[in-house]
């Protein structure tokens, strides 16, 4: 019977072999799959990414505001007025919110969010510092303006420098961002409209509030994404009669300016941006494989897009706000414009962090380096016109038309461009990536502070920047 139990456990053996060398083919098979799978996915990311599409064509005329068959498409003379029914609204919800249980911060930093002391100041000032009537007449120092373009109101400030024969006057369109608005440029403004010895140029300026945005009308039907704003604002151009103009954007007004920029290259004279960033996809990989040998792809400043790990942990902590705004625009701005504090506390949050990360671990959250009254008159302007949710709509927008976006992200533009970088941008394209997107890219300028919101914060930087661009732009375009 001994030979039968060996017959036995041979063929288990051989059974087990014949099972583990089936398995291994499985493996084999398996691992060999993935690499094609991660090759055909690599290739594919490779030509979508290394792909330049043709330039699109777009409708200029798409119709954005109600039906009609008569628009005024009149240049209208505007004022911005706080009316005593707004005031008197105002008055009564701070008493509720006075009145109000309210809970102190749990540690004396913004950790956790706008600090409860840095809230109470702003309220305060507000409450009994804040002259409506002196701040009507500071916003009306400027001429105002609205016209129709594509059946949206679109509001604008418009200001012609007093210069001599010998003084060239040079159209600049500045764009705003968010939680910004026309007040980012009020201190821009005189020195930009103001001759300074070595330039025998000024500017004209144009500043617009962006569709949704304070006075301007926002859009009855989804679509008004980044380039349809673009379009709208270069028609806006048109309508006041500048066939071309320099331009100067920061935080999403970058986005619109770059597209427009790269629809309009015959109209857009020179890009001035502070936030000079590449958005497409290719330039998204190049910052993650960087991470291997940060110093080769950022050179001095790897320190502002590396420790990788660092970045991505700050971006996932501090920019859930882009996802509500991006998901549910209506049911966070019903909250908003119920409560005057809650909106403040909701922009000037952004504002104090965005200007300088180490804001977050102050219990004062930053708050001295501004002026209360500027961020307060900020927050007046959607406020008082309720445009808080017509302008969170547009991060909607930008997540369900990304497909465009993305297109207009990779097709380069050969107007020529100039990148202000404050220490503490929200992102950072190295030069060379730039270049991929602004092969005409004039120079750069690196500072060592400010932060986001540079024409809020540090206006005379940002000015002298834009006059140091233009004057390039104008001897390139004569050494020609």
Do not use: C
């Not at 006075?98 to 913004?110: G, P, W, Y």
């Not at 992200?409 to 020529?416: H, K, L, Q």
């Amino acid at each position: 019977m001994a030979p039968k139990k060996k017959n036995k456990v041979n063929v288990k053996n051989k059974n087990e072999k014949i099972k583990e060398k089936s398995n291994n083919y499985i493996w084999l098979l398996v691992v060999s799959a993935a690499v094609v799978l991660l090759a055909v996915l690599s290739f594919r990311l490779y030509i979508k990414l290394s792909t330049v599409p043709e330039l699109p064509k777009v409708d200029l005329n798409v119709w954005w505001g109600p039906n009609t068959t008569n628009p005024d498409t009149s240049i209208r003379k505007y004022r911005i007025l706080f009316s005593d029914s707004m005031q008197e609204n105002l008055r009564r919800k701070f008493e509720t919110f006075r009145r109000a249980t309210r809970l102190k911060s749990l540690e004396e930093t913004a950790a956790y969010g706008i600090n409860s002391y840095v809230l109470a100041q702003i309220f305060a000032h507000w409450q009994f510092k804040y002259k409506y009537t002196e701040r009507v007449r500071y916003f009306n120092r400027y001429e105002h303006f609205r016209t129709n373009i594509q059946g949206l109101d679109v509001h604008y400030v418009h200001v012609k420098p007093n210069v001599g024969n010998n003084v060239k006057v040079l159209p600049l369109l500045l764009l705003h961002g968010f939680p910004g608005s026309i007040k980012d440029f009020y201190e821009v403004i005189p020195i930009l409209t103001t001759p300074r010895v070595g330039y025998d140029f000024v500017f004209e300026v144009i500043v617009p509030s962006l569709p949704g945005f304070a006075f301007s009308q926002g859009a009855v039907r989804p679509g008004l994404t980044a380039y349809q704003m673009a379009i709208v604002l270069r028609n806006l151009m048109e309508r006041i009669g500048i066939k071309q103009f320099y331009l100067q954007a920061g935080d999403y007004g970058h986005n619109i300016g770059s597209h427009l920029a790269t629809l309009f290259p015959n109209q857009v004279l020179g890009y001035h941006t502070n936030n000079p960033i590449n958005l497409s996809g290719s330039a998204s990989v190049v910052w993650v494989v960087g991470s291997i040998w940060p110093t080769l792809v950022a050179k001095e400043f790897a320190d502002r897009l590396y420790p990788l790990r660092e970045k991505l942990a700050y971006y996932l902590e501090e920019f859930g706000f882009k996802h509500i705004q991006g998901t549910k625009p209506d049911t966070l701005g019903v909250a908003l414009q119920d409560s005057p504090l809650g909106l403040a506390a909701y922009i000037i949050d952004r504002i104090l962090l965005f200007t300088d990360p180490a804001n977050k671990y102050k219990e004062d959250g930053g708050l001295p380096s501004f002026n209360s009254t500027d961020l307060i008159d900020n927050v007046m302007l959607y406020w008082s016109t309720g445009s808080i949710t017509t302008a969170l709509r547009f991060f909607k927008e930008m997540y369900l038309n990304n497909e465009m976006e993305d297109k207009l992200a990779r097709i380069s533009t050969t107007v020529p461009t100039w990148g202000l970088r404050a220490k503490h941008e929200l992102t950072h394209s190295p030069d060379f990536v730039l270049r991929w997107k602004f092969p005409n890219l004039v120079g750069t300028t690196n500072l060592d502070d400010g932060g986001h919101y540079l024409a809020f914060e540090k206006p005379e930087v940002l000015s002298n920047d834009v006059f140091r661009a233009v004057k390039r732009f104008l001897e390139l375009k004569k050494n020609k």
